[in-house]
């Protein structure tokens, strides 16, 4: 069984409180490794479609570390779905070095450095830097519980860290190659642009960031099969500012650029933020060079937008 690496110290001063989401004394409950897993009775997702280049062993030996619970990962995948949740971190990863490949980057292996913001209990970040051999992956969540589960329970070489709602990271510019963001921009509306700046001065020159949205291409599907849309309906009457919200609008494009729907009594994110082409394309556009937005590009509903640090002299982004 696995056991919790004991005593390690967390930098949690008390304004933090205010800014962060905080821990609970619940005892984490711990899963058997991936492997364990393997016949579950439920899996939807197909291994062929993961374009795998050594056979599934492999990976799985590379990554011998233990599964989070169902609560310990943000409702991801129902309990008889532990090694589809284990596969859909492999999968985004794959997909990760796939971009790299189609624009001429060196893909996460020894000597890159790679960062996850949101990163939860280390779904795509476990392969980082289990599947990603010498990767230095880095990886922060404004949830201090995720924060300590991947310090209790996987390799240490994982530098992972809490972050609070500010957009201020405490890492050098342009240290990382590649940034991810995976259903947390979907998520941020305070402050978005903030965060964006964040990233661009982080990621090195020519580095990329991948950041997921609910794109146009989610808000043309939404509909009773979509998490995001039934999360919208069950608070239909607590959505601030939306006195006359219909769910006709779902059939209709998007009514503003950027339309977030905000509860205000969620006890976990209060937020579903809504992003078009045309807003990523103006707005991330000055910061970073928008490369290519990939519809249904994670899990075939979120977009998957790519965006470049420009390199040279003064690397300002944006259209003059
Ligand atoms: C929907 S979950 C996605 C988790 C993970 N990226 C994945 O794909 O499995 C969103 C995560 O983003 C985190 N989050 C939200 N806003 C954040 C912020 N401003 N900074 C860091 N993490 C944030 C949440 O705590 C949560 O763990």
């Known amino acids: 069984m696995f056991e919790k690496r004991p005593n390690i110290p967390v930098f949690n001063p008390d304004w933090m409180q205010d800014l962060t989401f905080q821990t609970t004394d619940e005892p984490f409950e711990v899963l058997q490794a991936a492997s364990a897993y393997r016949n579950d009775p439920k899996q939807w997702i197909d291994i062929d479609s993961l374009g795998l ?19 310990d990962r943000e ?18 990863f794959l997909k990760v070095q796939h971009c790299l490949k189609s624009y001429g980057q060196p ?5 890159s450095r790679m960062l996850e913001l949101g990163c939860a209990s ?17 990886g922060c969540d404004i949830k201090l519980r995720h924060v300590e589960w ?21 890492v050098e510019d342009n240290y990382f190659d590649v940034v991810t963001a995976y259903s947390v921009f979907t998520h941020i509306d305070h402050m978005e642009l903030a965060w964006i700046a964040e990233l661009r001065r982080l990621l090195k020159p020519g580095g990329l960031a991948l950041l997921t949205i609910h794109g146009d291409h989610c808000w043309s599907q939404l509909g009773p099969d979509k998490p995001v849309y039934n999360a919208i309906m069950q608070m239909r009457k607590r959505l601030v500012g939306w006195k006359d919200f219909s769910p006709e609008i779902f059939q209709n494009p998007m ?45 075939g509903y979120q977009d998957l937008v790519v ?5 040279g002299k003064n690397p300002a982004g944006g259209q003059e």
């Open 53 to 71: 280049e050594e056979p599934l062993e492999a990976y799985l030996d590379r990554d011998p570390n233990p599964i989070p619970s169902l609560q």
């Open 75 to 92: 409702g991801y995948y129902d309990q008889d779905r532990h090694f589809d949740w284990w596969l859909s971190g492999l999968e985004d």
């Open 107 to 111: 893909l996460l292996g020894k000597g």
């Open 122 to 138: 280390g779904r795509m970040l476990r392969h980082a830097y289990c599947q990603g051999q010498g990767c230095e992956a880095w």
């Open 150 to 170: 991947i310090r209790h329970f996987l390799p240490t070489g994982i530098k992972a860290f809490q972050n609070t709602v500010l957009p201020q990271l405490p």
């Open 255 to 299: 009514p503003q650029d950027k339309t977030v729907f905000t509860w205000s009594t969620a006890r976990n994110y209060n937020c579903n933020v809504f992003h078009s082409t045309e807003y990523i394309q103006k707005a991330w556009g000055r910061f970073l060079d928008v490369v290519e937005i990939i519809p249904g590009g994670h899990s």
């Open 307 to 311: 965006l470049r640090k420009p390199e």
